[in-house]
């Protein structure tokens, strides 16, 4: 398994930006897809995004199309996801998820369900206010 870290999380005003990192120990970070989850208060945890080893392929939930952007920079074992336009609704705490690439590729490109994934990080808090 790997370890996964994440940072980047705080208080925003709804429009505004912020960028989370997850950075990962190992020596097989690109063996790995890897997914940023989230779960508010009294909700199930939730796909936002997801990447292939290279970087090739993202994946997204409708609700964060066309405003978050997930990248990764395998030289420095991190992904990033960068959110623009955050709304309200979107106040969760944010996790990193890692599970060898075949296996996403092969089972979760249908449905990213967080069962798709192995290795995850402690979460990071983001907060947007109205």
């Known amino acids: 398994q790997v370890q996964l870290v994440e940072s980047g999380g705080g208080l925003v005003q709804a429009g505004g930006s912020l960028r989370l990192s997850c950075a990962a120990s190992g020596r097989t970070f690109s063996s790995y897809a890897m997914g940023w989850f989230r779960q508010a208060p009294g909700k199930e945890r939730e796909f936002v995004a997801a990447i292939s080893w290279s970087g090739g392929s993202t994946y997204y939930a409708d609700s964060v199309k066309g405003r978050f952007t997930i990248s990764r920079d395998n030289a420095k074992n991190t992904v990033y996801l960068q959110m623009n336009s955050l709304k309200p609704e979107d106040t969760a705490v944010y996790y990193c998820?890692?599970?060898?690439?075949?296996?996403?590729?092969?089972?979760?490109?249908?449905?990213?369900?967080?069962?798709?994934?192995?290795?995850w990080g402690q979460g990071t808090q983001v907060t947007v206010s109205s």
């Open positions: 998820a890692a599970e060898y690439n075949e296996v996403v590729v092969t089972y979760c490109t249908v449905s990213m369900s967080p069962e798709c994934f192995g290795s």
